[in-house]
């Protein structure tokens, strides 16, 4: 069975830093792009990383740019997300995704369950 299971989030002070996994069971990560999505309480989901299924491109929300780092390990068939410089409004549930084919799209085949990041002193 296919499947995406993020790890990694936690409780971290202002200014610090996280490194999220997906890991891909079920299907290899090869032939898929993965998005990284957040979704804070009372508001709705938005994209804030990209990278495709060679991991040679990739991009990002303007929010995350340049604190954010997104990376494709296809041995390990595991995504990350190194996140810096963290702030109060980074808190939300992220999830990864995976999208059939070389780059994202819009919709995704397959949804991990999230994890929970939050930022606070």
């Known amino acids: 069975q296919a499947q995406l299971m993020e790890s990694g989030g936690g409780l971290v002070q202002p200014g610090g830093s996280l490194r999220l996994s997906c890991a891909a069971s079920g299907f290899t990560l090869d032939y898929y792009a993965i998005g990284w999505f957040r979704q804070a309480p009372g508001k709705e989901r938005e994209g804030v990383s990209c990278i495709s299924s060679s991991g040679a491109s990739t991009n990002y929300a303007d929010s995350v740019k340049d604190r954010f780092t997104i990376s494709k390990d296809n041995a390990k068939n595991t995504v990350y997300l190194q996140m810096n410089s963290l702030k109060p409004e980074d808190t939300a549930i992220y999830y990864c995704?995976?999208?059939?084919?070389?780059?994202?799209?819009?919709?995704?085949?397959?949804w991990g369950h999230g994890t929970q990041v939050t930022v606070s002193s």
């Open positions: 995704a995976a999208a059939f084919g070389s780059w994202c799209r819009d919709e995704y085949d397959h």
